[in-house]
């Protein structure tokens, strides 16, 4: 990475890319992953490549929920490893909170690796069996009864719509971080989080250790309104083209 100038003015998506690209080669990151990303970093493009008001409101809401769960489980795939485990790292720190591997295209080499990138950032990542906990025909499905299994929330950032939706319908909180606020991850989602991971996951961590710090006690909301973030996030969509040709 060190031929690309930092004056470029997309210097921090290639390298990105570049990361993303060696984790691939690495096993870490799955060769569909990098299609995924492509199609994310496409839609950071039409938020401005910042935090919505909204997203941040989203954020913070989201700090409040994993301080007052009684089980949270941060769920990791192998695109969330390679572009945030330190931030994973810092944000498990702050919530208290469990940090479990869940991949689709799944190995044991895979877990391992992925395991192995996150606790090099300092996570401590949860190991052991697995069962299908959540209904899903994919490995996806595979998480650890004591785990993601019996969590009351979950944070999936870059998560499968199909595989959020059947978190909720088991009566989970999920809280999911994806740049599409069309896609069924979004949708589905408790708390959609409509920014990118790498200011996502800090915003939140942010959040919890104000709220420490504060004395706060954070109750779990009685209900949530994720259309109202959606809404925020096509509206920083449409302010962006706007103004894209002023």
Known sequence: MSDIPKSHPRYQSLVTRKQLADYAL?????????TSHGRGEAFDYLIGEKTPATALEAEKL???????AKHPVLSINGNT?????????DLQKAAD?????????RTDERIEKVTAVLAQAGVTVSTG??????????????????GIGSADVVLVPLEDGDRCEALVALGKIVITVDLNPLDRTSK????????????ALP????????????????????????KY???GAVDAISETLTHALD
Request: net charge negative.
């Open 129 to 146: 069996p697995v069962e299908r906990c959540v209904p899903l025909p994919h490995d996806r499905g595979l998480c650890r009864p004591d």
């Open 203 to 226: 915003n939140i961590a942010a959040e919890c250790r104000r709220i420490k710090s504060a004395g706060e006690t954070p109750e779990m909301p009685a209900s949530f309104d994720g």
């Open 62 to 68: 989201a700090a409040r929920v994993l301080l007052a």
């Open 97 to 105: 909170c469990e940090v479990e591997v869940n991949l689709f295209h």
């Open 229 to 231: 973030f959606l809404k």
């Open 81 to 89: 490893a390679a572009l945030a485990a330190a931030e994973i790292a």
């Open 188 to 199: 589905t989602a408790t708390i959609p989080i409509i920014d990118e991971v790498t200011r």
């Open 26 to 34: 690495a096993g870490v990151v799955s060769l569909e992953g990098l």
